[in-house]
């Protein structure tokens, strides 16, 4: 069969594209864990502070040892702006708004969600060194959007030196799953 040179050149050109594609996915999916939402998980975002779910905002420790946090976003701050989680244990972040599209993202890691009002947003993520992460909100919200922000201290395990100023802001090898 005889095709034209042009035409082989575009097909392979396509070809190589679609590669590129599957590969990108691939990354994106297995190292990096991008996942798309699957906790579906709704609340009246006019009622947010009534809710028992969210009327105590802050960390708490399950009798099993697990560390939940949860969080209200609003235009412009998260309530509360500054949460302590311990290091080297799962911790679960359940966030929602009580007004517009918010973005939680502790920078320097993959733990990353939008906040959508009617919506639970929940990830699991842990920490494994100490210190201080910064929290940003990466969606535009409102004029105020880029003052509003809040902080992850990751304490050091009982015991253990205290966190010094050399310790980065985050481990690379940090991904929620
Ligand atoms: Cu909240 Cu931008």
């Given at each position: 069969m005889n095709v034209d040179l042009y035409e082989r050149i575009w097909m392979w050109g396509a070809a190589v594209i679609v590669a590129v594609f599957l590969v990108a996915i691939g990354v994106s999916t297995f190292a990096y864990a991008v996942r798309p939402p699957s906790h579906v998980e709704t609340i009246d975002p006019s009622a947010v502070m009534q809710d028992p779910r969210f009327a105590t905002p802050g960390v708490t420790t399950a009798a099993d040892g697990s560390v939940h946090v949860t969080m209200v976003a609003m235009t412009f701050a998260f309530l509360p702006n500054e949460v302590h989680v311990p290091v080297g244990k799962p911790v679960t972040f359940r966030i929602t708004s009580m007004d517009v599209t918010h973005g939680f993202e502790i920078a320097g890691t993959n733990a990353n969600t939008m906040v959508v009002p009617g919506y639970v947003s929940q990830f699991t993520y842990t920490f494994t060194t100490p210190g201080e992460r910064l929290v940003v909100c990466?969606?535009?919200?409102?004029?105020g959007h880029h003052t509003m922000q809040g902080k992850v201290i990751v304490d050091p395990a009982p015991g253990a030196a205290p966190a010094s100023a050399?310790?980065?802001?985050?481990?690379?090898?940090e991904v929620a799953r």
């Open positions: 990466n969606e535009y919200c409102g004029t050399a310790v980065p802001a985050a481990a690379p090898a």
